[in-house]
T-cell receptor
Framework: AQTVTQSQPEMSVQEAETVTLSCTYDTSESDYYLFWYKQPPSRQMILVIRQEAYKQQNATENRFSVNFQKAAKSFSLKISDSQLGDAAMYFCAHITQGGSEKLVFGKGTKLTVNP | DTEVTQTPKHLVMGMTNKKSLKCEQHMGHRAMYWYKQKAKKPPELMFVYSYEKLSINESVPSRFSPECPNSSLLNLHLHALQPEDSALYLC???????????????????FGEGSRLTVL
């Protein structure tokens, strides 16, 4: 069965600093996608960044980047130059090709950004 | 238009009421989803419609009844709910449908803001 584990229920960071959110996953499939979704308070969930498992290069989107370690089944999110608007719940998620094609979410990490 | 629109934003209903949640997208997406989310928890998948057909039902109680009238609309009909059904109900869509031969649902979902349901 696919599982996604986020071991940090809460994290905090000072504005303009860098923070890393951790995620590990488990799958027996070789072809899959990994995601970080952001859910601000009382606002809709949006995709932050996506990583294809077959790509060795780590995905980057502006201030957001990932550290994808396929052998270790690790997929951490780094937020650089943190801004107040980054405060949100962050969910790591995983989907496999050839499996149920259902997106599996981790339990989430609540990120607080301190001014 | 890159939005998924959900109505109503808030709904309060009694256990004997019948109500519906509505979801609309005009992005030409071929799969639409209902999720249930409790406070401080991840979304839990309820139903998936792919190409307007019910593709996944996560053993949801029959008091929740989904309907997909066309490729842009998704409804969730509610009847005889329990207080524990109070939650945020999220609708989402994805460009590709599920199980498409030669294709793959990449899992990029576009979410609405949700309908917050309170059952008294």
């Amino acid at each position: 069965a696919q599982t996604v584990t986020q071991s940090q229920p809460e994290m905090s960071v000072q504005e303009a600093e860098t923070v890393t959110l951790s995620c590990t996953y488990d799958t027996s499939e070789s072809d899959y996608y990994l995601f970080w979704y952001k859910q601000p308070p009382s606002r809709q969930m949006i995709l932050v960044i996506r990583q294809e498992a077959y790509k060795q290069q780590n995905a980057t989107e502006n201030r957001f980047s990932v550290n994808f370690q396929k052998a270790a089944k690790s997929f951490s999110l780094k937020i650089s130059d943190s801004q107040l608007g980054d405060a949100a719940m962050y969910f790591c998620a995983h989907i496999t090709q050839g499996g149920s094609e259902k997106l599996v979410f981790g339990k989430g990490t609540k990120l607080t950004v301190n001014p | 238009d890159t939005e998924v629109t959900q109505t109503p934003k808030h709904l309060v209903m009694g256990m004997t009421n019948k109500k519906s949640l509505k979801c609309e997208q005009h992005m030409g997406h071929r799969a639409m989803y209902w999720y249930k989310q409790k406070a401080k928890k991840p979304p839990e998948l309820m139903f998936v419609y792919s190409y307007e057909k019910l593709s996944i039902n996560e053993s949801v109680p029959s008091r929740f009844s989904p309907e997909c009238p066309n490729s842009s609309l998704l409804n969730l009909h509610l009847h005889a709910l329990q207080p524990e059904d109070s939650a945020l109900y999220l609708c989402a869509s994805s460009q590709q449908g599920l199980g498409l031969a030669g294709g793959f649902n990449t899992g990029e979902l576009f979410f609405g803001e949700g309908s917050r349901l309170t059952v008294l």
